[in-house]
């Protein structure tokens, strides 16, 4: 019975020392991994319509400068107004990757509406009685080309800023704007899967630069949101 059991201790030891060679075959003892680093601003804004230069970035492996061997991606298109990355890769020889990205915004100096905006203060939720925004939060709003606006944070950062839930929680949508009327084509917030009830009382003003609606959501939340153009 002995004889058994330190027979099967040996073949189960064998089949272990099999797969570990086996998972680690072809790869050397030491695995050198590439620095990479991205000169200028991680985010970066052009004006619609012209070029992007690139800052530069430089990559360096075991000592060895091997920027020529970085991988750059990217969709910008300064011809659209947007968000877009550029994605930085490269991969040792064991395939292990080290990545970067830069995110690029695009917006049109010459448009109104597009552009930061910043939430009133004096912003309010009302549930239960109304609670003041109490700070300014930066929200970005993008020309669809279509007549239409996105809108980073229908809720002006309550949630997103105020709260602290991060960007999971903005309300994004899109608006439509109309002379000084303001009405909701869609909005969605990822982090709860819904969106809006409905928003009304939208309004823009061109002389001052203001952006102002109340919105439902929930069923019994409030929020009457005031944002201002930078």
């Not at 020309?143 to 839930?165: I, K, Q, S």
């Not at 000084?180 to 917030?189: A, P, Q, W």
């Not at 002389?207 to 153009?229: C, D, I, Q």
Request: aromatic share 16%; glycine share 10%.
């Amino acid at each position: 019975m002995k004889k058994l059991a330190y027979l099967m201790a040996f073949v189960f030891t064998l089949a272990l020392t099999s797969c570990g060679e086996d998972s680690t075959a072809g790869m050397t003892d030491i695995t050198y991994y590439a620095e990479l680093t991205l000169e200028g601003e991680t985010t970066m804004y052009v004006d619609k319509g012209e070029a992007y230069e690139e800052p530069g970035y430089s990559a360096v492996m075991n000592g060895e400068d091997v920027t020529d061997q970085v991988e750059v991606t990217s969709n910008v298109d300064t011809s659209t107004s947007g968000v877009y990355t550029i994605t930085y890769s490269i991969v040792n020889e064991d395939g292990f990757y080290t990545t970067s990205t830069r995110t690029v915004i695009v917006l049109d100096p010459n448009d109104p509406i597009e552009g930061y905006w910043d939430t009133d203060e004096n912003s309010y939720r009302d549930y239960e009685g109304q609670t003041a925004y109490g700070d300014s939060y930066e929200i970005l709003i993008i020309n669809n080309g279509d007549g239409t606006y996105y809108v980073e944070d229908l809720l002006g950062g309550w949630y997103y800023y105020r709260a602290g839930y991060g960007s999971s929680y903005a309300m994004t949508g899109n608006i439509a704007i109309d002379g000084s009327t303001v009405t909701l084509v869609d909005s969605y917030i990822a982090g709860w899967g819904d969106g809006l009830d409905y928003l009304d009382q939208g309004t823009y003003d061109a002389t001052t630069g203001t952006l102002s609606w109340h919105v439902s959501y929930a069923g019994y939340l409030e929020f009457y949101v005031t944002m201002y153009k930078r």
